[in-house]
């Protein structure tokens, strides 16, 4: 598509540096992309966000579609004139949403039929439907309407379930026209390698612009994730992106860009900021502890965020303690600033030939116990 391309500019073993261009920025890999469910990203803004080094944004069709509703962010200019973000956005396809709400939703091969967890009201999201939703949307990459088996589900229901995903990634590549975004496609699989690899090698064959790997961080074991990419690694084009879908912790991100994955997202930093956990280079950080009620250090004083230049640990305590909002966006910001920070660390390395190093160096250091102690007293 115009204005879209992908190049790997780097290699050290099999992590790559690359670089993502899209119709609305440039975006280096690997990259985090932060999570704004419904066109924000909780507790910050896009100012502050630009500041600490974000660069593409990812939306989710479900929540978008329920509320404010696709129809209208269109009519108001898409994602980038509905929200202000001037940079590139990713959607879901919803089907993770949707697949997560099973006690609400019925699967055929049409699609899933599901209720409204806001009020109720019937609705089937479909290949096609998925692809309008996202063209409304208009975000510069769109994703392919899968199904995504749990982490226990049997082998035949995860081979049904890969089976259809390829059979709706053919009607998603058929619906979706263009409106300035590429289309990538979702492999799935669950950890059984033959089902992962005929999924892939089914995808290929659609010439997707870009691949993700989605049933991954549902509850598998982290090393089972691991064999999945290795296995993948050889068999997925080497002169496509590859988008590993919601995971993870730091030691994911750095142990899946060894495994040669470009783009992620995830809710942890911001979800844990809300809830008082903050990441840092010394191990993580529970701020409610009492033993941070008078500390004037900065959570990680190794951290260049604006939270670690300006607030103390006993602050920040104070801030959540006392409910206020300032605390969720001061831990939020830090802990998006330390994923970014990472995922720069890494491209460094890459284009230095030190990955391996900069991987044993930072795994080390994020081994390391909760700071002064292991104390959970939240007096």
């Known amino acids: 598509m115009a204005g879209f391309s992908f190049s790997v500019l780097a290699r050290d073993g099999r992590a790559r540096l690359g670089r993502l261009v899209t119709p609305h920025g440039e975006v280096e890999t690997p990259v985090f992309m932060p999570v704004g469910t419904a066109g924000a990203v909780k507790a910050v803004l896009h100012r502050d966000l630009r500041e600490i080094g974000a660069r593409i944004l990812l939306a989710?069709?479900?929540?978008?579609?329920?509320?404010?509703?696709?129809?209208?962010?269109?009519?108001?200019?898409?994602?980038?004139?509905?929200?202000?973000?001037?940079?590139?956005?990713?959607?879901?396809?919803?089907?993770?949403?949707?697949?997560?709400?099973?006690?609400?939703?019925?699967?055929?091969?049409?699609?899933?039929?599901?209720?409204?967890?806001?009020?109720?009201?019937?609705?089937?999201?479909?290949?096609?439907?998925?692809?309008?939703?996202?063209?409304?949307?208009?975000?510069?990459?769109?994703?392919?309407?899968?199904?995504?088996?749990?982490?226990?589900?049997?082998?035949?229901?995860?081979?049904?379930?890969?089976?259809?995903?390829?059979?709706?990634?053919?009607?998603?590549?058929?619906?979706?026209?263009?409106?300035?975004?590429?289309?990538?496609?979702?492999?799935?699989?669950?950890?059984?390698?033959?089902?992962?690899?005929?999924?892939?090698?089914?995808?290929?064959?659609?010439?997707?612009?870009?691949?993700?790997?989605?049933?991954?961080?549902?509850?598998?074991?982290?090393?089972?994730?691991?064999?999945?990419?290795?296995?993948?690694?050889?068999?997925?084009?080497?002169?496509?992106?590859?988008?590993?879908?919601?995971?993870?912790?730091?030691?994911?991100?750095?142990?899946?860009?060894?495994?040669?994955?470009?783009?992620?997202?995830?809710?942890?930093?911001?979800?844990?900021?809300?809830?008082?956990q903050l990441f840092t280079r010394h191990g993580r950080l529970s701020i409610r502890n009492a033993r941070y009620r008078d500390d004037p250090r900065p959570p990680d004083p190794d951290c260049r965020c604006p939270t670690c230049r300006t607030a103390s640990r006993a602050y920040l305590r104070h801030l959540h303690r006392s409910g206020e909002m300032t605390a969720a966006t001061l831990m939020t910001l830090h802990n998006l600033f330390f994923y970014l920070d990472i995922m720069e660390g890494l491209r460094q390395s890459i284009r230095l030939c030190r990955f391996e190093e900069y991987r044993r160096s930072t795994l080390r250091s994020l081994a390391a116990t909760e700071q002064n102690g292991s104390s959970r007293d939240t007096r």
């Open 60 to 276: 989710n069709t479900y929540h978008l579609m329920l509320r404010p509703g696709d129809e209208l962010v269109a009519a108001l200019g898409g994602l980038r004139g509905f929200t202000g973000w001037e940079g590139p956005f990713l959607t879901d396809s919803g089907g993770y949403q949707v697949f997560s709400l099973a006690s609400l939703r019925k699967l055929d091969e049409d699609g899933a039929r599901f209720q409204s967890h806001i009020d109720g009201s019937a609705h089937l999201l479909s290949p096609e439907r998925s692809m309008q939703i996202q063209a409304n949307l208009g975000g510069d990459i769109a994703m392919a309407f899968d199904e995504c088996p749990p982490a226990d589900a049997p082998r035949d229901v995860v081979a049904e379930a890969t089976a259809r995903t390829t059979r709706w990634a053919r009607r998603c590549r058929a619906a979706h026209r263009g409106h300035g975004q590429v289309l990538f496609g979702i492999v799935q699989g669950g950890v059984a390698l033959d089902l992962r690899e005929r999924s892939a090698r089914e995808l290929i064959d659609l010439d997707f612009p870009g691949y993700a790997i989605g049933g991954l961080s549902v509850g598998e074991p982290r090393h089972e994730r691991d064999r999945v990419l290795d296995h993948l690694d050889p068999i997925l084009p080497g002169d496509r992106p590859r988008y590993l879908m919601g995971v993870g912790t730091p030691e994911d991100l750095i142990e899946s860009v060894a495994r040669g994955v470009d783009m992620f997202d995830c809710v942890l930093p911001t979800r844990n900021a809300r809830n008082g």
